[in-house]
């Protein structure tokens, strides 16, 4: 009898735990808002272009690096990333102008795109059994969510002794220390010999000929915009607009004393929930239409992201927004990375996956940037969140045409 793979392998672990460092990193940037701006007396939008940039350059980076994988080896990849992405950390630590921190935020980008999703799902979705392949992804998608339980807080709490400079310097280091978990990460290459037999540019040719590439490509776009602005921007949202906190309150009593050390908060609880429904997603896309359970996200969002601006800002509207946000946080990601994986096979599943991502991240530059330009224009977010709920609307809807089937004309073994 031929014994069950086992889910939890030696890859899977590693790429856990780089993305956990990566996006702990990664989600602290929206903490850093209000203490870099005071500092230099800066606009809004100043900082916010410097994250909106970082967020494009992960973007573009994020197929480059999958090909880099793809022609170098996974490992390979995941230390030139980790290296730009210390240097990019470190060189803004000692930046003090707005053209600086914009420089900058490229190298980081390109770093979180090298010890990010596109990589790590690759070679995680190649190592993976195709039984244990959607929930592997939805595994690795959470783990994102666990760094971003604790990276916003831990920042918040840093900042309290030591300098926005020396906690970057701090962050440097921590991702270059990644990279002793690296020895462990030896994935097979997961491609039938026919797949190797085809060239990246003729799966590209097939691939671009396809509407429903086109179309998940276009649907994520609204995913980019809405987890980008609500990470970069809704700490300092919920500093700004949320009503007071209770004195002796249960989170006065639990050291949430101030609208500042809720919005830290909020980031991390959406992380929490954000474990159980990646989790969840990467369950039911493997019993399930990964197309229609997409839509069915998307227009949970929207729902939530309408109802949430429609009524006062709240210390408990703010933990209710956070939570059921939370539980549609990365719930797209094993979701579409599969869908790519299923209708395109495995092996460039990086580069295409990673194409599909820059969509992503060019909502999250224009979420990222509109946020705070929108910010300095009306001194606050209403307009930029109400086309949150537009693009939302609209992925649901683009994502219904999508055939969920292998792309004819792929060779397969």
Known sequence: MQSRTPLFTPVLIVGCVIIIVSFAIRSTFGVFQIPIAEEFGWLRVE??????????AWGVGQPLFGALAEKIGDRKSIVLGAVIYALGLMLTAQSTTPVEHQLYAWLVG????????????????????DENRSMSLAIVSAAGSGGQIFGPPTAEW??????????????????????????????????????????????LVKAFKDPSYTFIYLGFFSCGYQIAFITAHFPAFVTELCGPIMPGGTLDSMGISTTSALGALAISLIGIANIAGTLLAGWAGKYYSKKYLLAGIYTGRTLIAALFIMFPITPTSVLLFSFAMGMLWLATIPLTSGLVAHIYGLRYMG?????????????????????????????????????????????????LPIRERRLEGLRTA
């Open 47 to 56: 900082f916010s272009l410097a994250i909106a940039i970082q967020n494009l």
């Open 351 to 399: 580069t295409l996956y990673g194409i599909v991502f820059l969509s992503h991240q060019l909502g999250s530059f224009l979420g990222v940037w509109l946020g705070g330009r929108m910010y300095d224009v009306y001194g606050d977010y209403t307009l930029v969140w109400w086309v949150g709920v537009a693009v939302g609307a609209f992925s649901a809807l683009i994502h």
């Open 110 to 129: 390109f770093g979180i795109a090298g010890t990010g999703f596109g990589v790590i799902l690759a070679v995680v979705g190649r190592a993976a059994s």
């Open 158 to 203: 840093m900042l309290g002794f030591l300098t926005w400079q020396s906690t970057f310097m701090l962050f440097a280091a921590a991702i270059i220390l990644v990279l002793l978990t690296l020895p462990m990460m030896r994935a097979p290459a997961m491609a039938s010999k026919t797949e190797l037999d085809e060239s990246l540019g003729q799966i």
